[in-house]
């Protein structure tokens, strides 16, 4: 393993006990700021499932054992708490961001019908976040029913609006059968975006990525955020000096 590999796993708590505790959770969030919720042994970010893994305890045949119901749990919790944003982020796959990260990323003006003017949304995302504006968190189960749209239909939707940070996971909606997952608007659970200067928020939160990336050049900032070289370039002087030149 390498050196910078062995480093993010320390800094990922990844090398100490597991977390235990809807509080380690938290702290665990705030602490490295993003976090997928699955990442895997080789993931590329930080992962509450390997931060939680407990390997002494005995599994199920389906691998299922209380870490990964305690983790279940909290991130169904956290949201909710206001203690982290929920949604499909990096790589379009399930990410927690620690509140402040959040409101440095966030890039709309923070009202409620954020959803009506965000630029680029397809119709169908759009749609689905207007339908939530209108009648408050609802149930994937509930959208697909009172919108009719497709499962693949929708989960693009969904990713889409995740992406752009328009709504958070929050919470659960029991039975019939599986729970179902609640989604609100960020605008609404969060508070959002930071008050300060689009320059010093980028700086912010690069700092805080290259904190928890232990080392990271401007092209893994425009992977994760989206941002153009330009302004991931900026964004890292700002907040942590001058980065490495890109090879």
Not at 2 to 9: M, Q
Not at 35 to 50: I, Q
Not at 99 to 116: R, S, T
Request: glycine share 10%; charged share 30%; hydrophobic share 40%.
């Amino acid at each position: 393993m390498s050196a910078l590999a062995e480093a993010r796993r320390e800094r990922w708590w990844r090398t100490g006990p597991p977390l235990r505790s809807l509080d380690e959770a938290r702290e665990y969030i705030e602490d490295v700021g993003l976090s997928l919720l699955f990442g895997g042994g080789a993931a590329r970010y930080p992962s509450l499932r390997e931060a939680s893994r407990d390997v002494t305890l005995r599994r199920e045949p389906s691998g299922w054992a209380d870490d990964i119901e305690a983790m279940w749990t909290w991130k169904d919790t956290l949201p909710v708490t206001g203690d982290a944003w929920l949604g499909r982020y990096l790589s379009g796959r399930q990410t927690l961001l620690a509140p402040g990260l959040l409101a440095d990323l966030y890039p709309h003006p923070g009202d409620e019908d954020d959803v009506e003017h965000a630029p680029g949304l397809s119709p169908e995302a759009r749609r689905v976040a207007v339908h939530i504006l209108a009648e408050g968190p609802l149930s994937t189960r509930r959208l697909r029913s009172e919108l009719g749209v497709a499962g693949k239909t929708f989960d693009r939707a969904v990713t889409e609006l995740g992406r752009s940070l328009l709504v958070t996971n929050y919470g659960v909606e029991k039975g019939p059968g599986w729970d179902s997952c609640v989604i609100e608007l960020t605008s609404r659970a969060f508070s959002v975006p930071s008050p300060d200067a689009r320059s010093e928020r980028d700086a912010r939160a690069a700092a805080v990525f290259a904190d928890t990336m232990v080392k990271v050049r401007p092209g893994d900032l425009c992977r994760t955020f989206g941002w153009t070289r330009e302004r991931a370039a900026e964004a890292l002087a700002a907040g942590q000096g001058h980065p490495e030149p890109e090879l």
